[in-house]
């Protein structure tokens, strides 16, 4: 199989770790955590999930019609919603006292979101460095 059409179906498999972390999320209540002066509602949180999942499916138009684009956004989006949100994850589901409700709603998903972010970030650096 070729290195594209592999990075392309990884992505996909990583989308769908993305779509099941929101949903454990919205699970736990999230819509209901306040953090500092943030304030999480039902409309900003959605309006979030809805924006990282059109990021999303942009990178993985772009990753199909082979623009360079993609790659850079697969790279971002690997690092920031992938292995950053388990890093992220963890601290608060470590302040909430190993409770995945509040700060740490979200943290059983974000493992293997987290793992499998840290191998598609990879795939995206060796295409980058191979072109």
């Keep these: 199989m070729p290195p594209d059409t592999i990075l392309i ?5 990583f989308m769908w770790l993305v779509i099941l972390h929101t949903f454990e999320e919205i699970s736990c209540d ?3 955590v306040n953090i500092g002066h943030i304030r999480m509602t039902k409309k900003k949180y959605l309006f979030g999930a809805s924006m990282i999942s059109t990021v999303n499916l942009l990178t993985l138009a772009f990753l199909v019609i082979g623009l360079p684009l993609g790659y850079y956004l697969g790279l971002f989006t690997s690092a920031i919603i992938g292995v950053f949100q388990g890093i992220v994850h963890t601290i608060g589901y470590l302040r909430e006292n190993k409770n995945a409700r509040g700060l740490g709603a979200g943290f059983y998903s974000s493992i293997p979101l987290a793992l ?3 191998v598609l970030f990879s795939q995206f650096i060796w295409v980058i460095i191979s072109d």
């Design 30 to 32: 999230i819509m209901e």
């Design 9 to 13: 179906l990884s992505y996909i498999i």
């Design 116 to 118: 499998f972010g840290i």
